[in-house]
């Protein structure tokens, strides 16, 4: 039996972010569509095709993004708290790179540790 499962996210809150995030995943995504469950589908703003028939969608609330899935969708993806692990990691790379953007740093560089923790290294020139 599958029943359509709700995580909020309240960390994420910027929708181009969220789609870069799970583009550098692998990931497509469509946007203000259903997401396929085993028996039944809800609509949500962005859906991430996963590779089997299941995807999992995120819906914006009024706190931010909440996941929606039916329950076997995070099946082949080695678990929920894995992928949305790994979700929320690469959305805070590209939120806190566009954050360091706007407030005008343009020498960024990032590196990926062993243990796959990323690390950005801002460079701040003072002109002195």
Same mark, same amino acid.
């Given at each position: 039996?599958?029943? !359509?499962?709700?995580? %909020?996210?309240?960390? /994420?809150?910027? /929708?181009?972010?969220? %789609?870069k995030a799970l583009g550098r995943m692998g990931v497509t995504?469509?946007?203000? +569509?259903?997401? $396929?469950?085993? $028996? ?10 996963? &590779? +089997? $028939?299941?995807?999992?969608? !995120? @819906?914006? +609330? %009024?706190? *931010?993004?909440? =996941? @929606?899935?039916?329950?076997?969708? !995070?099946?082949? #993806? ?5 992928? =949305? *692990?790994?979700? &929320?990691?690469?959305?805070?790379? !590209?939120?806190? %790179? &566009? #954050? ?6 343009? +020498? =960024? ?6 243990? *796959?923790? /990323? ?7 003072? *002109?002195?």
């Amino acid at each position: 039996m599958s029943c !359509f499962t709700e995580v %909020k996210c309240e960390s /994420i809150t910027d /929708i181009e972010c969220l %789609k870069k995030a799970l583009g550098r995943m692998g990931v497509t995504t469509r946007q203000n +569509d259903r997401v $396929r469950g085993l $028996r039944r589908s809800v609509t949500a703003d962005l859906v991430a095709e996963m &590779k +089997d $028939r299941n995807d999992v969608g !995120f @819906v914006k +609330d %009024k706190n *931010g993004y909440k =996941i @929606v899935a039916d329950s076997d969708a !995070f099946y082949r #993806t080695g678990g929920k708290d894995k992928w =949305i *692990g790994q979700v &929320k990691q690469n959305y805070l790379l !590209f939120h806190n %790179k &566009k #954050t360091l953007r706007r407030m005008g740093h343009s +020498d =960024i560089h990032q590196s990926t540790l062993t243990n *796959g923790t /990323i690390r950005l290294q801002v460079n701040v020139h003072t *002109g002195w």
